[in-house]
């Protein structure tokens, strides 16, 4: 497969690594990477799918979100947030679509928090929430045999920035994130969230 990666960070990184051994070709974006597009403009990703010839897939591993207490939130963390991670990586489908390959799939990212309660989460909780309910309501209207999957991780081992927010979660290591994203590309499932979420 030809796999588009948005997402050159830590699980985008994994991912590359996971499907290079697999001998797929990766195409590596992200506003700095090898091809440049911002997911939160529309026009980059449009000009990202029509510049980068054919390709059989799409993962996102890319989009921000806000920490921080709701009763602190503020109007450009919310917007910020939605734009990202939510209409980010929703658009990166929308722009892809004329463009992937019959039968491809697009596989997105979303997150533990909104199945799990922690403290001070909500903006996140609730850009996971607006993803999987995109994907699972995509994967039944995708034309010429296209799939929608997503992957919904804890929080990763090699993102030790983010367990103050996750005090008692069990971190996963991004590689098994990895192989997620790869097993969803490679298998016939459509409307999937899998997550990776290790709680006792
Ligand atoms: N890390 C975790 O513990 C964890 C857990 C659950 C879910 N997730 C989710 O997984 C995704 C990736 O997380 P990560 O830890 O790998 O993040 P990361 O290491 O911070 O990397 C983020 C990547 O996304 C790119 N990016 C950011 N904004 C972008 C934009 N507007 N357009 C295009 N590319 C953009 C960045 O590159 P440029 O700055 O060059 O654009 C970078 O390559 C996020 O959606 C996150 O919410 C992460």
């Not at 506003?31 to 911002?38: I, M, Q, T």
């Not at 026009?43 to 591993?61: P, Q």
């Not at 403290?119 to 995509?138: D, H, K, Q, W, Y």
């Not at 098994?176 to 499932?189: E, G, K, T, W």
Request: charged share 20%; with cysteine.
């Amino acid at each position: 497969m030809r796999v588009v990666v948005i997402g050159t960070g830590t699980l985008g990184s994994a991912l590359a690594e996971a499907l290079y051994e697999a001998e797929h070709e990766v195409v590596r974006v992200s506003r700095s990477g090898d091809e440049k597009a911002d997911v939160t403009d529309r026009a980059s990703l449009d000009d990202l799918f029509t510049r980068i010839g054919t390709f059989d897939a799409v993962a996102c591993a890319a989009g921000d979100v806000f920490p921080g207490p709701l009763v602190d939130s503020t109007d450009d963390q919310w917007r910020d947030s939605l734009r990202s991670k939510g209409m980010g990586q929703i658009d990166a489908v929308r722009s892809a679509l004329p463009y992937i390959a019959d039968g491809g799939s697009f596989t997105l990212v979303s997150g533990i928090l909104g199945d799990e309660v922690t403290r001070a989460m909500t903006i996140g909780a609730t850009v996971n929430g607006l993803v999987e309910s995109f994907v699972r309501a995509a994967a039944t209207e995708l034309p010429r045999g296209l799939r929608i999957n997503c992957v919904s991780p804890t929080v990763l081992v090699e993102s030790p920035q983010y367990y103050p927010y996750f005090p008692g979660f069990v971190p996963v290591p991004a590689r098994d994130v990895a192989l997620a994203y790869l097993r969803l590309m490679s298998n016939p499932y459509n409307g999937e969230i899998v997550r990776l979420h290790r709680v006792g």
